[in-house]
Structures are given as C-alpha cells and as structure tokens.
C-alpha cells in the first residue's frame, strides 16, 4: 500500500533526477516537475542530461512502466501527490559566499498556492540552518490547506557518480520535522531501506538542515588537512602519501577522503563551506567556523603550487610553452566541472602564455563551453602530443593506467605534474620521465 503512495519531486537537477528515478524503481508513482521545458521534454524521451553512471537507464524503466512521469505544472503536481520533495539547487550566490535561495523560494511559492487538501512538503536541497522554519510558515500561509500543508527536512547526501547507489543505500536518512504526518509519509517513502538497516533519525528542522553542511564541512576539512600535511612534507622532505598511509590504519582517523592532491572541486563541498561560514556570520558566530576560511585556503593553494611545479619544470615562464592538460571534470566518472580545480589550473596557466590542450573522457563539451579560450583534444594521446610538460588533474582510470612509454614517444619534453597522486613514480620515472607531485620529493 506504501508503494503506492503518490510522490511529487520538484527540480530535476542532478539531485531531483536521480531521486525520481530512484523512487520510481523502488515502485511509487513518481512526477517529477521542471520549470525548464528544455529538460522535461530531454527526460520524458529517457535522456539524462548530465552524467551519471545508471540514471538513464532507471529512467528509461520507469517511463516503460507508466511510474515515471514528467510535466511542467504546479497545478498538476499538486493534484497527483500527497507527498512533495523540493530538490532544486541552492547555489553560491556572489562574493559573500552565501546561499542563493530563490530556486527554493519560488518552488515552496508557486507549489503552496494549489495545495487545497494535506500534504507533505519535503526539502532535500542543501540550505542553510533556519530555512525550513522559515518555509514552514510561509507554505502554510499561501496554502489554501493553511497548516494542513506542513513541511520537513531531509537532506540527501549522495555523491556524484554514486547518485543511484546512494540513493537506494543511504548511510543514513535524517528528517527534520516534529509532525507525526511528515514523520509517517517519510517513514512510508524509505520503508524498505529502513526495514534493510538504515539508520533514521528524526530531528528538528535546524539539526537537519546542519546535518548536511556539518558533513560537508568536516569532509572538505579532512582534505585540506591532508594537504596541509602534504605543504609541510613538500619543504620538510617528507613523503604525505606514505604519511595519509600510516595515518589512516588508525581507525579514529581512517583512509577515506585522505587522498592528497589538487583538492576539493565540484557544486557542493566548496559552495557549502561558504554559505557555512556566511549562515555563521549572520548568526553572529562567525569565529566558530573561521577555521573553515583556513581550509578553503590550504584548498585555493594547491592550485597555485601545481602552477608553480609545472613552472619549475619548464624551467621558467609559461609563456610559448605547450602544456597538455589531462582532466576537466572536478572528479572522475563525471562530467560536472563546477569549481574544477583542473579547469581553474588550466585557465590560469593559459592566462600565463601557455597553449594549454585539455582533454577529458566526459567533460570536454562542457569545458569547451565555459572556457573557449583554451584548446582541446579528442584523446589523451592528441592532447599530449608535442608537450612540453603533461599535468594529470583529474585521476581518471585512463590516466591511471596510461603507459608512460607510449606516451614519452608522443609528448616533446618527459615531464609530468600528477597533480592527484595516481600515478606510480618510480615507474615512469624508469621509463625516462621527469616526474614531480604535490606533498613528495
Ligand atoms: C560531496 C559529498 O561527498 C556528498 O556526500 C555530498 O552530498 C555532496 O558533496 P561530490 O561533490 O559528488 O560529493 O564529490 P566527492 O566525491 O565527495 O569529492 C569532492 C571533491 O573532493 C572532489 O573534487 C575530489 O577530487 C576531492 N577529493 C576527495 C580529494 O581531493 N581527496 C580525497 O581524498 C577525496
């Protein structure tokens, strides 16, 4: 009977999509709803338009089996589901580094308006602590349904590339609500995960929405601590990956997000760790998270220290050298270049002088797009042939694996910059290559 429950979802986003489809598969009538004609007409014909390993095919099930629906109206919407969840974006909104809420805003509004019987309204978007109170009061104000509509918060945690998996195998669910009826619908929503283990919590609105930020910020801070490390092992003669190695075997510190490197990109970790700190600042505990300027920092500088390497190798300044870009995407098995530290780099050096080549097995079209100024290849072998120096960037499979010997025949000078730590040192070095990294000799 649960299954059958009719659930709405609002922004069809990388979050939104992936939900919907998620929700589908699990068996509910799911609509989900775009303001952008564009992507609704993309989504009902079974494509996807980002990147995520098995999405599409989810969706292509769930339109086969009529689960899966997609329109463009609040008014339709608000008629087929009981259940609404908000996933549209909160991006960055300008130098302050706040949160840009209208996406969130206008949904609640233009939803509240046709709510004439209960309904469950619940958020998913990553806002910051205070927003949902604030929502509650203005849904029940605009719906016809007052306080019968009510809303919750449950933020989703997934990662890119891993958006199905995590979806059907939460670490967690959190809820913020005190109602018993948004606590029932969500319950109802997730029974079979919830049956299978997952631990749910049920919180205040203001637990919930920092849940998800806390997280992100202690994530984004475990990788700058590393390549804090990674700065001191560079002038102390230190090795950091055998240090991340030693440290991660205790398991109060643990492996994961340890990897040193070019650092954090994408459309969350760094976005949030802003809006973290500009939320704290208007709460008048600015101090509390002042750590996390440090971090952004230590993040913003190994961008600058990849430069400098790639410098040093070429012995000089940038300018007529031809440098091969291997990465675009923020992160493999994606093709989001939100805040990319591959791109930022590579901008930069082209900024420099340089003939910067990129390439990149996902990104490329999106890459093109936002940065036509540098030069592209179809292949790594196109982008590293004539090379004075190669940066690896993104540590996508394809580089992991590349055979420095096939590639030093292509490339104009053997020096390469592995600015993610994948790739073996003492092998390409004995294939002829000078190698260099961030955080070892
Ligand atoms: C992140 C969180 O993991 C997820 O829970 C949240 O919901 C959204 O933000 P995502 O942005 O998809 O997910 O990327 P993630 O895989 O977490 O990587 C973030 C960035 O950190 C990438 O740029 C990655 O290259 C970098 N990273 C990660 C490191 O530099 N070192 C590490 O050890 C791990």
Redesign the pocket.
Known sequence: EADRMRVSVIGTGYLGATTAACLAELGFEVLGLDVDEAKIEMLRSGRVPFFEPGLEDLVVSGLESGRLRFTTSFAEVAEFADLHLICVGTPQKDESGAADLSYVNSAVDRLAPHLSRPAVVVGRS?VPVGTAATLAARLAALAPAGEEAELGWSP???????GVE?TLRPDRIVLGTDSPRVEKAVRALWHKQIDGGVPFLVTDLQTAELV?VA??AF??T??SF??AMAEVSEVAGADVIQLAQALSYDDRIGG??????????????PK?IRAFMARADELGVEPALSFLREVDAINQRRRARTIDIARQLIGGGFAGSRVAVLGAA??PN?D?IRD??ALDVAATIASLGAQVTVYDPAALERARAAHPELNYADSMRGAVTDADVVLLL??WAEFREADPDELGRLVARKRIVDG?NALDPTFWRASGWTYRALGRQ
């Open positions: 990553t989703e945690f997934l990662r890119e590339g891993f995590d998800k997280a992100n994530l984004a475990k990788i590393i390549n994961k997000f340890l990897g040193p490197g070019l650092g954090f990109g994408g459309g969350c970790l949030d923020f992160k994606s989001d990319s530290p993104t540590e993610r």
